[in-house]
C-alpha cells in the first residue's frame, strides 16, 4: 500500500482496501502530484461514503453469511427504495412548484376595490333595511305595515 492509502485507510476505516485502492488509482496520473493524488482520492472516497450511507447501504445484517444473490437482491431492493423515493420527491416538487405558481397568480390577480365597495355597501344597506322593518313591525304588534 502506497503512503497516502494508508493515510486514507486511517481516516476512512468503513472504507475497504479495495475501495481505497480504487479511489488512488483513479486520481493518479503521469503529471498529478503525489499530495493532489491524495487530495482527489480523499474527496472523492468521502463523497462515495456519503453516498452509501445515505442509501442505506451499509446498514445490511452482516450476521449472516451472504451469497452474491443475496447481495444483488440486496441491491436491487435498495435500487427500488432509492427509485421510489426520487419519485415521490418528484411528485412533491412538481406540486409545490404548481401550488406556488397558483399562490402568485392569485396574487398578481387586479383587485376591483369598486366591486368589493359596493357589495360590502349592499350588505351594510341590506342590514339597515332589515332593521328598519323589524321597528316597523314592533310597532305594528309585529305585524308588517302591508298586512292591515
Same mark, same amino acid.
Request: net charge negative.
Given at each position: !500500500? ?5 493515510? *486514507? ?9 479495495? /475501495?481505497?485502492? =480504487?479511489?488512488? =488509482?483513479?486520481?493518479?496520473? #503521469?503529471?498529478? #502530484? #503525489? ?6 482520492? $480523499?474527496? @472523492? *472516497? $468521502? $463523497?462515495?461514503?456519503?453516498? =452509501? ?15 452474491? %444473490? ?9 435500487? *427500488? ?10 411528485? !412533491?416538487? &412538481? &406540486? *409545490? ?5 397558483? %399562490?402568485? @397568480?392569485?396574487? +398578481? ?7 368589493? !365597495?359596493?357589495?360590502?355597501? &349592499?350588505? $351594510? ?11 316597523? =313591525? @314592533? /310597532? +305594528? ?8
Amino acid at each position: !500500500m502506497a503512503e497516502f492509502e494508508v493515510a *486514507l485507510r486511517s481516516e476512512f476505516p468503513e472504507a475497504t482496501d479495495a /475501495e481505497i485502492k =480504487r479511489f488512488v =488509482r483513479s486520481c493518479q496520473g #503521469p503529471r498529478i #502530484p #503525489p499530495d493532489k493524488v491524495k487530495e482527489r482520492a $480523499e474527496q @472523492a *472516497l $468521502e $463523497e462515495y461514503l456519503d453516498w =452509501r450511507s445515505c442509501y442505506g447501504l451499509d446498514y445490511k445484517d452482516e450476521s449472516k453469511t451472504h451469497t452474491d %444473490a443475496d447481495d444483488w437482491k440486496f441491491a436491487i431492493e435498495k435500487s *427500488l427504495e432509492v427509485s421510489a423515493s426520487i419519485k415521490r420527491t418528484r411528485e !412533491m416538487e &412538481k &406540486k *409545490l412548484a404548481e401550488e406556488q405558481a397558483q %399562490a402568485e @397568480a392569485d396574487n +398578481n390577480a387586479p383587485i376591483s376595490y369598486d366591486i368589493d !365597495m359596493s357589495d360590502s355597501q &349592499k350588505s $351594510e344597506d341590506e342590514g339597515k333595511k332589515e332593521d328598519n322593518e323589524g321597528e316597523g =313591525r @314592533a /310597532e +305594528n304588534g309585529g305585524k308588517k305595515a302591508d298586512d292591515d
